[in-house]
């Protein structure tokens, strides 16, 4: 583990496809945008280390399609 990186969290983007979750992910962690972008499919993953109050935490995003026929026994979180 890097020595210097004081936490990692995690975020998961979920959604319909083509609502530009892909795009967010790359404008954020390279600051660039594609007009072209192919669809995902499956997972899209990258990494940000970000300075949070003089400590630096690494950022884990992962980007997947919504899934359209959950589990039974899943739990839908939504915060609002």
Known sequence: MDEDVLTTLKLLIIGE????KSSLLLRFTEDT???????????DFKVK????????AKLAIWVSLRDLHPHPHSQTLQYS
């Open 33 to 43: 945008f594609d007009p072209e972008q192919s669809a995902t499919i499956g997972v």
């Open 49 to 56: 280390t970000l300075a949070i109050e003089g400590n630096k």
């Open 17 to 20: 496809s083509g609502v530009g």
